[in-house]
């Protein structure tokens, strides 16, 4: 689908962050999304093969990602890379705070986001 074809849809998460170079290192090598492009005092990271990006801003101030209602955000996990992510996960000590089933697993990013992995 071109750019012109395309119909509306989400195209990014905004989401305030303390650091920026923790929050990079987690959601690429951890998780594997890609640089997007660089842009001063912010990260934005696309998903392999996607369209959506994920927009990290720089933020001086400490802030609760509790707070108000924002809950988590998914992120699909193709089937062939399930059981690859869940051992880098494992070896990198990322605790697994819930689980829906056999198909998605709850994490926490550097950040305090909920981040949800679920499989395709």
């Known amino acids: 689908m ?4 395309r119909g509306q849809g989400l195209r ?3 989401l305030k962050t303390r650091d920026l170079t923790a929050t990079e290192r987690f959601y690429v090598d951890v998780l594997g999304l890609e640089l997007a492009f660089p842009h001063h005092g912010m990260l ?3 998903t392999p093969g996607g369209d959506d ?3 990290f801003i ?15 955000f998914g992120l699909r996990v193709p089937s062939s890379a399930w059981a690859t992510l869940q051992k880098r996960l494992k070896r990198l000590s990322v605790r697994i705070r819930g689980r829906r089933g056999r198909e998605s697993i709850y994490i926490r990013d550097p950040n305090g ?5 679920y499989r395709d």
Do not use: K
Request: hydrophobic share 45%; net charge negative.
């Open 12 to 14: 990014h998460l905004a």
């Open 2 to 5: 071109t750019t012109a074809t």
């Open 53 to 55: 990006l994920l927009n």
């Open 44 to 46: 934005f990271l696309q």
């Open 113 to 117: 986001y909920t981040v949800e992995l």
């Open 58 to 72: 720089a933020a001086a101030r400490t802030f609760d990602p509790e707070a108000g209602g924002f809950d988590h």
